[in-house]
């Protein structure tokens, strides 16, 4: 079973940038697919960008296509992602997850999540 923890959000003016981290304990994150979803006030979680368990292929939300980036660490432990040019519609709450080798857009599809962090741009 693997635990995951976020960190790295904050308060940052539009046009800057933060990474966030997600640690995995437990279990690296080797046999899993990884993503990340953000949840802002009053509206469902949705996806931001994932890593498939097959082929370590990265794909990304059109909203963050070009401004975003995530990977992970060469030891399978860490998650990161890279958040460029943040605007105010960035504004939420940032999830890591974990799931099986079929976890794709979806929040249901996977399995294990971090408890979120905080990320708020000012405009």
């Known amino acids: 079973q693997v635990q995951l923890v976020e960190s790295g959000g904050g308060l940052v003016q539009a046009g800057g940038s933060l990474r966030l981290s997600c640690a995995a304990t437990?279990?690296?994150?080797?046999?899993?697919?990884v993503g990340w979803f953000l949840q802002a006030p009053g509206k469902a979680r949705e996806f931001v960008a994932a890593?498939?368990?097959?082929?370590?292929?990265?794909t990304y939300a059109d909203s963050v296509k070009g401004r975003f980036t995530t990977s992970m660490d060469n030891g399978k432990k860490t998650l990161y992602l890279q958040m460029n040019n943040l605007k105010s519609e960035d504004t939420a709450v940032y999830y890591c997850?974990?799931?099986?080798?079929?976890?794709?857009?979806?929040?249901?599809?996977?399995?294990?999540w971090g408890q979120g962090t905080q990320v708020t741009v000012s405009s």
């Open positions: 437990g279990r690296t994150l080797s046999s899993y697919a």
């Open positions: 997850a974990a799931g099986g080798a079929y976890s794709g857009y979806g929040p249901e599809s996977y399995d294990h």
């Open positions: 890593i498939s368990f097959i082929g370590g292929r990265t």
